[in-house]
């Protein structure tokens, strides 16, 4: 346990369900992303959030819809996937910004959620 | 812009050294990350180094940062089957809103 979670582990939608994963931490992080992971491409960031505020959006499609109620939850609500969007969904926190970063600043990710659509 | 690139691919024998390379563009990087990321998980931060060293050590993993060809390794000594993971190459640069840049990982295949 890395201390960011990640629920479910895994689901299984049709095209026209809506769902949303869930993401947890309690390191006392101010920063928290999604990112998408498929085998065909690398890492893609989709987005960003700072002090609950969204900072950036990797011009992600509005079929994926995220939430940050607080600094600890994260949330992405999914509705009309198309199976491109099949992929492994991770979450990530981190701590500080700028001249408040941390030394070892670093992020650390939850173990994913293994997202397929059909 | 960023960028950061390694291969995609290393096969190595059990007990051999395993050394993974990674190249990046940007002169301002503070940090630099090794993350392992095993089948089914997230990635795990292996090792960090900051810009100003040049050789970190830590247990079997050595970093060596090469900061004027701009050049990091990630040395596994006597490679073991529970290394076999995708290895992701990361780094910081200044003033880029403390976004970490990732590279697309490099897949450690463990031979018998």
């Known amino acids: 346990e890395t201390g960011v979670t990640q629920t479910p582990r895994h689901l299984v939608m049709g095209m026209t369900n809506k769902k949303s994963l869930k993401c947890e931490q309690h390191?006392?992080?101010?920063?928290m992303y999604w990112y998408k992971q498929s085998a065909k491409k690398p890492l893609e960031l989709m987005f960003v959030y700072s002090l609950e505020e969204r900072v950036e959006n990797n011009s992600v499609p509005s079929r994926f819809s995220p939430e940050c109620p607080n600094s600890s939850h994260l949330f992405l609500h999914l509705h009309t996937l198309q199976p491109e969007d099949s992929a492994l969904y991770l979450c990530a926190s981190s701590q500080g910004s700028g001249a408040n970063r941390a030394p070892n600043y670093g992020y650390t990710f939850g173990s994913g959620t293994r997202l397929t659509v059909v | 812009g960023e960028d950061v690139e390694q291969s995609l691919f290393l096969s190595v024998r059990e007990g051999d050294s395993s050394v993974i390379n990674c190249t990046y563009t940007?002169?301002?990087?503070?940090?630099l990350y090794w993350y392992k990321q095993e089948p089914g998980a997230g990635l795990q931060l292996l090792t960090y180094?900051?810009?100003?060293?040049d050789m970190k050590q830590d247990q079997r993993l050595t970093v060596l940062l090469n900061k004027k060809d701009k050049h990091l390794s990630l040395r596994i000594a006597d490679t073991q089957t529970g290394d076999s993971a995708i290895y992701f190459c990361a780094d910081l640069p200044a003033n880029r809103d403390d976004k970490i840049i990732f590279g697309k990982g490099t897949r450690l295949h463990i031979l018998p």
């Open positions: 940007d002169s301002s990087s503070t940090y």
């Open positions: 390191l006392g992080h101010n920063a």
């Open positions: 180094i900051f810009s100003n060293m």
